[in-house]
């Protein structure tokens, strides 16, 4: 027999509304660098800044696609979307890097030419001062991305803020490559450049792609489960005999989270609904209200007196040997014998 405990809230308006200002501030930054990157390479015709450019246009559209992603995330389920619209933050991600790949390719079409057929670039001085300018920006900007996206467990800003600090080590790339062929004179060098920041970028988006399809699969999460099964722990009562079959996934910056609890055999309904109670309190308590947990309560079995701490049960058939501890391997395995 086993009952159900589910609860679910969802996100305060004010996690929701740093998200939409962050992400928003993102694309106005997003545009108006995009704009500098491109006066920069009009001043200089270098492929390097080119490539540059290009990955700021893939900003500006992930950019733009993360905002409504983000917005449409905020919106509590529906009878068509019932465990809400939170998927669309990895979907979002997925976007993201598969418009880096098309950057990269953008980038080796334009560079490959540069090595074979170099050209001149004037005013190489005042195209970098602006690119300079640009990743001093990024950087700024993928930061406070980074930890407006952890802070409100945001896989769309965390995707964000990744991609524009790459932004930061591609224009550091191209300041390098570019520098070097105002000392050397080798032209070559800008091609070289542009195809380096290319392959950078073309990892940066597989990376992304990959994070992305694990999201939209729910493929486990090791360090979720470990943060769980912490709290699980830390709040062990006596009467709570066992924990197995955890499972958790995220959808957007709301946690869901079911797992078996083995109670004793003794216990009324309402003595088992309250001891559920208090462990899914005790969960949701420590995700900040953004996390439903189901809980499926099992009346305990003859094998597990030796595990169970409740020393005064008159259903025990065995003496108690241990109370052992409730590790990330144990929660997560599947029921002993004859458990549902």
Same mark, same amino acid.
């Given at each position: 027999?086993?009952?159900?405990?589910?609860?679910?809230?969802?996100?305060?308006?004010?996690?929701?509304?740093?998200?939409?200002?962050?992400?928003?501030?993102?694309? +106005?930054?997003?545009?108006?660098?995009?704009?500098?990157?491109?006066?920069?390479?009009?001043?200089?015709?270098?492929?390097?800044?080119?490539?540059?450019?290009?990955?700021?246009?893939?900003?500006v559209i992930a950019?733009?696609?993360?905002?409504?992603?983000?917005?449409?995330?905020?919106?509590?389920?529906?009878?068509?979307?019932?465990?809400?619209?939170?998927?669309?933050?990895?979907?979002?991600?997925?976007?993201?890097?598969?418009?880096?790949? +098309?950057?990269?390719?953008?980038?080796?079409?334009?560079?490959?030419?540069?090595?074979?057929?170099? !050209?001149?670039?004037?005013?190489?001085?005042?195209?970098?001062?602006?690119?300079?300018?640009?990743? !001093?920006? #990024?950087?700024? +900007?993928?930061?406070?991305?980074?930890?407006?996206?952890?802070?409100? #467990?945001?896989?769309?800003?965390?995707?964000?803020?990744?991609? !524009?600090?790459?932004?930061?080590?591609?224009?550091?790339?191209?300041?390098?490559?570019?520098?070097?062929?105002?000392?050397?004179?080798?032209?070559?060098?800008?091609?070289?450049?542009?195809?380096? !920041?290319?392959?950078?970028?073309?990892?940066?988006?597989?990376?992304?792609?990959?994070?992305?399809?694990s999201g939209l699969?729910?493929?486990?999460?090791?360090?979720?489960?470990?943060?769980?099964?912490?709290?699980?722990?830390?709040?062990?009562?006596?009467?709570?005999?066992?924990?197995?079959? +955890?499972?958790?996934?995220?959808?957007?910056?709301?946690?869901?989270i079911d797992f078996?609890?083995?109670?004793?055999?003794?216990?009324?309904?309402?003595?088992?609904?309250?001891?559920?109670?208090?462990?899914?309190?005790?969960?949701?308590?420590?995700?900040?209200?953004?996390?439903?947990?189901?809980?499926?309560?099992?009346?305990?079995?003859?094998?597990?007196?030796?595990?169970?701490?409740?020393?005064?049960?008159?259903?025990?058939?065995?003496?108690?040997?241990?109370?052992?501890?409730?590790?990330?391997?144990?929660?997560?395995?599947?029921?002993?014998?004859?458990?549902?």
């Amino acid at each position: 027999m086993a009952t159900l405990n589910e609860s679910v809230t969802f996100a305060p308006m004010s996690s929701t509304r740093l998200r939409m200002q962050s992400i928003g501030l993102s694309v +106005l930054v997003s545009i108006l660098l995009l704009g500098v990157k491109f006066y920069g390479y009009r001043l200089t015709g270098s492929a390097a800044i080119l490539s540059d450019a290009l990955e700021s246009i893939i900003n500006v559209i992930a950019s733009a696609f993360a905002l409504l992603s983000v917005w449409l995330s905020s919106r509590p389920p529906d009878a068509s979307h019932p465990y809400g619209h939170g998927k669309i933050e990895s979907f979002s991600a997925g976007f993201e890097g598969a418009l880096i790949l +098309l950057a990269a390719i953008g980038i080796f079409t334009t560079a490959v030419p540069r090595i074979l057929h170099p !050209v001149p670039l004037p005013h190489l001085d005042a195209g970098m001062y602006l690119i300079l300018s640009t990743a !001093v920006v #990024n950087a700024a +900007l993928g930061a406070y991305l980074l930890h407006v996206g952890k802070k409100t #467990n945001s896989l769309t800003l965390i995707a964000d803020g990744k991609h !524009v600090l790459t932004d930061v080590y591609s224009t550091a790339g191209v300041l390098i490559g570019l520098v070097l062929v105002q000392w050397t004179g080798w032209r070559e060098m800008d091609g070289v450049t542009a195809c380096l !920041v290319g392959v950078n970028i073309l990892i940066s988006g597989l990376i992304l792609i990959r994070k992305a399809f694990s999201g939209l699969m729910n493929a486990a999460d090791p360090e979720l489960l470990s943060e769980i099964s912490r709290v699980i722990s830390s709040n062990r009562r006596e009467h709570w005999i066992d924990i197995h079959q +955890l499972r958790a996934w995220t959808s957007g910056s709301f946690v869901h989270i079911d797992f078996h609890l083995i109670l004793p055999k003794d216990f009324s309904l309402e003595q088992a609904h309250t001891e559920g109670k208090l462990l899914e309190k005790a969960l949701q308590e420590h995700f900040g209200g953004e996390a439903g947990v189901l809980i499926h309560l099992d009346p305990c079995l003859d094998l597990q007196c030796p595990i169970c701490a409740r020393f005064s049960c008159p259903s025990r058939s065995s003496e108690s040997t241990s109370m052992p501890l409730w590790t990330l391997e144990s929660m997560t395995s599947a029921a002993d014998s004859g458990q549902g």
